[in-house]
């Protein structure tokens, strides 16, 4: 069972706190007796999350976390619902809802009516909610703006969904004809589909906010389902998502900034529009049973799970993923406590959580469903909309290997300063023509200025230093990645680099004010690695840390 403080808060509906797989594993703080009109069958959302947070998907569950999770309800059953038994859980009609998150979050860190701070341990907060009546459109809402300044004045890191948009789709096939197409030409039409229809499938409130870390869904789940011949599986596995919200962010910034399985969804042909024979619409199907992912569930029938999909499960895995890393910081601060204070933590998980993102193979079916796009700006614009920094692999973060070496720094600017961290380079890698990638990502939290038009206080940026590793950008625009709150890059090269051993790769951390005054230091994490392609047997990790470990620090400059 887990102990010690929650380091991870759930800003949801109620959880179901007796469930099998959730008893003993919540810490639910309910300040307005929510829970008192608020039936068990009607607990699913808040219930599907804690398990998500707890477990991982549940037909491959990982260990469940070390630590209990606090849930505090901001959701309630809608009275006005009367389509729906049981009733769907919605934010209240009757309190302002910046009010109820203002006062949530500020009752964690600080308590409330003279009582102490309820969990004022806490880094990530999960906020698997979004307005679907306020998709983004360029201006930043009200609730994104409140969880800017919460993040910057509590140094804690808001893990928001992207949000889920409808997932209908009109396929240039005869109705009633799209079960004799095969499978792959299914999936290509749907992708085309998917892609031309990207302005109606924009980001949901608060999911612009420049400080979270905004998820979208990779269409993935580790569920086994027989597929029904009026019931379509059109996306292939690890693929574009349908019912993915998609970017840019305020002022063009990089959202969303990655992407986690958000679950498989299947689609029937819709019998309600005749008016064009010559093409098929379809419908999407979001119901209890597979595919998808499997979650804890109020019982019903004599089952307590069931499968849910969206861009909400994608936030609450990342947020389960913050958690883990979080262990692996306790671990390295058992060794470097004066290294690592807790109050980076927050900008340490962000960037750790980003650190692993890269395009992979979702470039190519994106670029592959849109032929029709040919300038490379055009290209890199519209494969950033859909992945934003990409799929996330949280275990290449947080984990090393002989021929990856990840190094990690925190500090904290302001205005005018910089501080410069330096990685040895490995003896092995010198004259050695062999494929090699410099990772870098760089995460802060600022300080915002609603008065101003970059609303940004401060400015934070790392130069890689490409020339030196003899490495090239990939996948993102170099002026992008600067423009939101964290700056990640990958840089790839296969030249032979001259050097000798003591020789290094410097990283200068820069900030400057951006809309206003910076009148206070901004904390910053940044994550290096450098690793060599698969196969090639350099000892990267070891030389790297053997070089290290007797100057670990960083000078001012």
């Known amino acids: 069972m887990p102990s010690g403080q929650p380091v991870v808060a759930l800003l949801d509906g109620l959880p ?4 099998p797989l959730l008893a003993g594993r919540l810490s639910i703080d309910d300040p307005d007796d929510w829970g008192a009109g608020y039936q068990a069958a009607e607990r699913n959302h808040g219930t599907a999350m804690a398990s998500l947070l707890l477990h991982g998907e549940l037909d491959v569950p990982g260990a469940p976390l070390a630590r209990p999770v606090y849930a505090r309800p901001i959701m309630r059953p809608d009275t006005s619902d009367t389509f729906h038994n049981p009733r769907r859980a919605a934010t209240p009609n009757d309190i302002l809802l910046i009010d109820l998150v203002h006062r949530a979050v500020r009752r964690m ?8 701070a309820a969990a004022p341990a806490v880094k990530v907060i999960n906020l698997s909610v979004g307005d679907a009546a306020q998709p983004f459109d360029g201006a930043l809402s009200p609730w994104a703006r409140l969880l800017d300044w919460l993040a910057a004045r509590y140094q804690v890191l808001f893990v928001v969904s992207a949000g889920n948009v409808p997932a209908q789709l009109t396929l240039p096939v005869p109705r009633g004809t799209l079960s004799t197409v095969a499978a792959h030409e299914r999936q290509q039409h749907a992708l085309t589909a998917l892609l031309v229809d990207s302005t109606s499938r924009r980001l949901l409130a608060p999911a612009e906010s420049i400080n979270a870390i905004t998820v979208g869904a990779v269409y993935a789940d580790s569920s086994t389902f027989t597929p029904a011949a009026d019931r379509f599986d059109l996306f292939p596995m690890q693929g574009v998502s349908p019912y993915s919200g998609i970017g840019h962010g305020f002022k063009r910034t990089i959202k969303p900034d990655i992407l986690l399985p958000g679950g498989r969804m299947l689609h029937r042909e819709s019998l309600t529009d005749a008016a064009n024979a010559a093409t098929t619409e379809l419908t999407p199907l979001n119901t209890a049973a597979a595919p ?7 019982n019903v029938g004599g089952l307590n799970t069931r499968y849910t999909r969206g861009t909400s499960n994608a936030a609450a895995l990342t947020t389960r993923g913050a958690a883990l890393a979080h262990v692996v910081i306790e671990e390295l601060r058992a060794g470097h406590s004066q290294q690592l204070p ?3 933590d927050a900008v340490l998980l962000k960037a750790l959580l980003v650190h692993g993102a890269q395009w992979g193979e979702l470039e190519s079916q994106i670029l592959n469903g849109r032929p029709d796009v040919t300038d490379w700006r055009q290209k890199q614009s519209l494969v950033t909309r859909f992945l934003g920094y990409g799929l996330s692999d949280m275990e290449h973060a947080i984990t090393c290997t002989e021929q990856r070496a990840t190094l990690i720094g925190v500090g904290e600017l302001q205005d005018g300063q910089a501080l410069e961290f330096r ?34 206080a401060a400015r934070l940026w790392v130069v890689p230093p490409k020339d030196e590793f003899n490495v090239e950008r990939q996948s993102y625009d170099w002026q992008q990645v600067t423009r939101g709150t964290v700056q990640h890059e990958v840089l790839e090269g296969e030249g032979a680099l001259a050097f000798t051993d003591g020789a290094d790769l410097a990283f200068k951390v820069n900030c400057a004010k951006d809309g206003g005054e910076v009148t206070a230091p901004v904390p910053f994490a940044l994550c290096v690695t450098l690793e060599v392609g698969e196969g090639v047997q350099l000892p990267i990790y070891q030389e790297i840390r053997e070089r290290v470990a007797p100057r670990v620090g960083v000078a001012a400059s």
Do not use: C
């Open 423 to 456: 990685v040895p380079l490995p003896p092995s890698l010198s004259a050695q023509v062999v494929k090699r990638r410099l990772t870098l990502t760089l995460a802060y939290i600022s300080p915002i200025n609603p008065r101003s038009a970059k609303y940004r």
């Open 16 to 19: 179901l706190q007796n469930h």
């Open 342 to 344: 807790d109050h980076f």
């Open 292 to 298: 998808g992912q499997r979650v804890a569930a109020p």
């Open 109 to 116: 860190f600080e308590g409330e009516s003279g009582s102490p």
